[in-house]
């Protein structure tokens, strides 16, 4: 074949690449750079129980217990082998509540729900829950966890639990799942909290240890559910797998969140972080918005970019140390406030910013530092002044990087937490017309002026690079 057919047949498919890219982007409907969480269905009937109007019950354990009617149960003493057996009529409401209880059962688990419209567990005290590390025959084969419920599970009150899952999960609602206060120390042997419709903290303390993910919703059916919702409280995760894994949409509205340990931190088609405090280590993706269907292997093909994915930063801080991609979404990453740092990937094949339709930098404060080989920036389309910086070596790290503007001061300062070749910054402080210079350990490393949305210093990394709302390239 002649060396023009293949000129021409890249040219084609950089052409068709355009287009692609170009009907994304014009066709975006920006709503979603607003708010994601108007859809989602939050089941709040638990509090609209009038428990007055049922019996109550005090009871102390010795034996396996089985509730058959509505009513509160105030359950006291110690159980070593059984379990509460709730097995009630679908319209039937259940308050459990555990005072200084501690349940041990070593053929199956500690609390079964069988249905019902509402159970709610109240903590009083100090409790201890273990189930066993495999369930004998006479439990259903989708009973999993060390608490278990058919119906909608709410947990409440000023008690604590700590919980040990031997067999699988730790708690588990095959509805809706909602914590309204209580301190938890939860250890899995796979998910540590699964909620097939949601999971929803309202208030808490939450230590998790697990071997799956940490925090689950699974609804892949009802487009109002298999969400997560963090309104407050204050939780640390340890796990094998995911942070916090939501079949469809993840939504932190405040609170104290820790991934100390991940494979990947966030991960959810849409995620909205709107205020609070959010720090991740992953051994992958820090936060991935991503379809159920997408796989590593064509997360970098516009062809496979994902409209639906978003991931949007509206407020809060937020800090990811990431060894593969930092801020990842199939679809759009949109930044409108907040402060975010990205300690991002020191290998090639991954960046601390990846999206696959686009990327806007609206609002707040950024800093997205990795290596360079597939290094993206925060869009010439934004509306914030933003930098690109292809560092002339890969610099080590603790290595202190400040840009200052023409009067001294200092508008962007890191110190990394990895080696780094590559960082995008962007501020409401980065002004036109002004010249600022970059410092690294103190040392002047360059000079330049901001004439337009986007500045990029050096070359390197994806000299072809497509998407954001309008395109992303070298100036």
């Known amino acids: 074949m002649s060396k023009d057919f293949w000129i021409g047949g890249i040219l084609a498919v950089v052409i068709i690449s355009l287009a692609v890219f170009l009907n994304l982007n014009y066709n975006h409907n920006d709503d979603l750079s607003a708010n994601i969480s108007t859809s989602i269905d939050i089941d709040n009937g638990d509090s609209k129980i009038e428990w007055e109007h049922y019996s109550s019950y005090d009871i102390e354990l010795n034996d396996t217990y089985n509730i058959v009617s509505s009513g509160t149960y105030h359950f006291t003493g110690t159980l070593n082998e059984g379990s509460i057996i709730v097995k009630v009529s679908a319209e039937s409401v259940v308050k459990i509540i555990l005072d200084n209880v501690t349940i041990k059962n ?8 069988y249905g019902g419209d509402d159970l709610v567990i109240e903590l009083k005290g100090e409790n201890y829950i273990e189930d066993g590390g495999e ?3 006479r439990w259903d084969e989708d009973i999993k966890g060390a608490i278990y419920s058919k119906s909608d599970l709410t947990f409440q009150g000023t008690g604590s639990m700590t ?3 031997n067999y699988e999960d730790g708690i588990v609602g095959k509805d809706d799942l909602k914590f309204n206060g209580g301190t938890y120390k939860i250890t899995a042997s796979d998910d540590a909290i699964r909620g097939k419709d949601s999971v929803y903290i309202k208030d808490g303390d939450f230590t998790i240890e697990n071997k799956g993910d940490g925090i689950k919703s699974t609804n892949e059916t009802n487009i109002t559910k298999g969400f997560v919702l963090l309104e ?13 894994h939501a079949y469809r949409t993840l939504i932190i509205d405040g609170g104290e969140l820790q991934i100390e340990k991940s494979y990947e931190g966030l991960e959810a088609q849409k995620i909205s972080i709107n205020n609070g405090e959010v720090t991740i280590a992953a051994n992958d993706d820090g936060i991935n918005a991503s379809g159920g269907t997408t796989t590593n292997a064509n997360r970098q093909n516009p062809f496979n970019a994902d409209e639906n994915c978003v991931l949007l930063i509206n407020g809060g801080e937020l800090y990811v140390n990431a060894a593969g991609d930092g801020l990842d979404s199939n679809g759009w990453i949109y930044i409108n406030g907040g402060k975010v740092i990205v300690d991002g990937p020191t290998n090639n094949g991954n ?21 360079s080989g597939m290094a993206e920036n925060l869009g010439n389309t934004s509306s914030v002044n933003n930098v690109s910086i292809y560092f002339s070596s890969t610099l080590p790290k603790e290595t202190a990087v400040e840009i200052k503007n023409s009067a001294g001061e200092t508008i962007i300062s890191h110190t990394s937490a990895k080696p780094f070749s590559h960082m995008a910054a962007g501020t409401t402080n980065f002004e036109n017309g002004e010249t600022y210079t970059i410092y690294v350990n103190g040392e002047v490393y360059e000079s330049f002026e901001i004439s337009d949305v986007l500045t990029v210093i050096g070359s390197g990394g994806n000299n072809f690079q497509m998407g954001g709302p309008g395109q992303r390239g070298r100036k």
């Open 232 to 244: 407050s409280g204050d939780i640390r995760i340890s796990s094998g797998d995911d942070g916090i």
């Open 135 to 137: 369930y004998d025959a």
């Open 351 to 371: 960046g601390a910013l990846d999206f696959g339709a686009g990327i806007a930098m609206n609002g707040g404060f950024a800093v997205a530092i990795g290596a």
């Open 163 to 165: 919980l040990l899952a």
């Open 106 to 113: 070593s053929t199956g688990p500690a609390i079964a729900c």
